[in-house]
């Protein structure tokens, strides 16, 4: 089943994908969509309705990070505070050494606060009372590493933020949660329990027994619901990614609404890398505070997480840089849908970075001084005595020429002009590259090459050039 209004190569890249997994016996039901600034562009599923509700699993975590968030900025807690200030039950007689620091929330929020891995045993604990969460709390929890120290993905330290935020808030997580995030953001078709308003209906979990698929009992709410007890459609979980991801748009006049739930600077604290995964081999990758980040590239980075219940299985993933993002569900347990998302999300985030390649200028737009520079510096080198007078102090910092007396940089410019056999007459600058708002780099037109250009400018509240490299670029005719 389709419903959307995306671009149609799209469509079939991502739907080829999907039903070739599950084609291969991955779970039977599924939906997946693409999104970009604009909204959701392609919706897709199979066995269940594109508008249904899956469990969204550990994806609830960027809700929790949020929720956390949100009451730091109210001033209700700080991120250094030890947890025990808020859960005065937590037993830690069993902290690694005497030297042990006491566990913050920011260690619970980048999964570094020494606890170990416990997917299998966290996910079966969502119902747990607050009254058992206490025993176990007070009974004391292990560490396998010293606090702050080591990046380790742990259900319990959500479970323990989510009762911090009972304490900070004074209100049931779950209440806070909907009434800062979920209703202000009209996520309606998102909640912790079976009542939540999907026009698609509640998908029933599954896993494989005896080769048939077997359903499984949902889990009611509990005091593990910040670790994963969010039901989710994929338009909803779009529309949170898109609301994270608009937190770097640098237009002035962005959604005062956005701000109004939750400040764009602490979504882009969510979606910095503050602990790296130090198991992951490649591109960097770790967690920010409630989603992973990984950075594909010095000028590429990718917000994600997954999902696992009993039954389910989900992820989400975005490019900050090209502003589009995959959303899917399948209703399996381990049904690997984040290897496949990922594959499908890699596969268009290469086609748009093909596409862009030409002009791969920084996501970050050029400072108006960063342009005129270019311009200047373009009418200095194609003038017909180009370098000839001094080097103005109002364009370029004085480094430039103690770095490179003029004298110098004239007879380099007039080396490198005759290597490309001299400059074309319109000499119209092209093909630029940026890694930021004070660098460019761009190339002037030669009769058998091209002159690359790059400058970089001063940290100064007027910004000057400090830095002009000028070379001939035969192989770029």
């Not at 079939?12 to 039977?28: K, Y």
Request: glycine share 8%; aromatic share 8%.
């Amino acid at each position: 089943m389709r419903a959307g209004r995306g671009d149609t190569a799209t469509d079939a890249v991502t739907d080829a994908f999907f039903t070739a997994h599950l084609a291969r016996g991955a779970a039977p039901a599924a939906a997946w969509g693409v999104f970009d600034a604009d909204g959701l562009q392609q919706l897709n599923s199979a066995g269940a309705a594109p508008d249904a509700a899956f469990r969204i699993a550990s994806c609830t975590k960027s809700f929790t990070a949020a929720a956390v968030l949100a009451l730091r900025d109210d001033g209700l807690l700080g991120l250094d505070d030890p947890i025990t200030r808020f859960v005065p039950a937590l037993n830690l007689e069993r902290l690694p050494s005497p030297r042990s620091a006491i566990p913050t929330l920011r260690m619970l929020l980048t999964m570094s606060a020494g606890l170990p891995t416990d997917d299998p045993w966290g996910d079966r604990q969502e119902s747990l009372s607050a009254d058992e969460f206490d025993v176990l709390l007070s009974a004391g929890v292990r560490f396998e590493s010293e606090p702050g120290t080591r990046f380790a993905y742990s259900n319990l330290g959500y479970a323990i933020l989510g009762r911090v935020i009972e304490a900070a808030a004074g209100q049931p997580y779950r209440r806070v949660v909907e009434q800062r995030l979920l209703e202000p953001l009209g996520l309606v078709g998102t909640g912790f329990d079976q009542t939540v308003s999907a026009a698609g209906g509640i998908v029933i979990g599954h896993r494989r027994h005896a080769g048939s698929w077997e359903p499984l009992p949902l889990s009611g709410p509990g005091a593990f619901s910040p670790i994963g007890g969010l039901f989710s459609t994929v338009a909803d979980l779009a529309s949170w990614a898109r609301w994270l991801a608009r937190a770097f748009d640098t237009d002035a006049a962005a959604d005062d609404a956005d701000d109004a739930v939750l400040s764009a600077a602490s979504r882009r604290e969510m979606q910095q890398l503050h602990r790296l995964d130090q198991d992951v081999t490649g591109h960097p990758t770790g967690y920010g505070f409630g989603l992973f980040v990984e950075q594909y590239s010095p000028t590429s980075r990718v917000i994600s997480h997954s999902g696992g219940y009993p039954g389910f299985s989900a992820h989400m993933r975005w490019s900050l840089e090209h502003r589009f993002g995959l959303i899917a569900f399948e209703s399996a347990t381990y049904s690997r849908v984040s290897e496949v998302t990922t594959e499908a999300f890699d596969a268009l985030l290469a086609a748009r970075e093909r596409e862009t390649a030409a002009t791969a200028v920084s996501a970050l737009p050029l400072w108006p001084e960063t342009r005129a520079a270019q311009r200047s510096i373009t009418d200095i080198l194609t003038a017909a005595d180009a370098l000839a007078e001094p080097l103005d102090t109002a364009l370029f910092s004085e480094n430039v020429e103690l770095d490179q007396p003029l004298a110098r940089r004239r007879s380099a410019l007039r080396l490198a002009v005759a290597d490309i056999g001299g400059l074309d007459g319109d000499a119209v600058p092209a093909a630029e590259t940026s890694e930021g708002p004070a660098h460019l780099v761009w190339f002037i037109p030669g009769q058998s090459g091209r002159l690359r250009v790059e400058i970089r400018m001063t940290p100064e509240a007027t910004p000057r050039v400090q830095t002009l490299r000028i070379a001939a670029d035969r192989a770029g005719r």
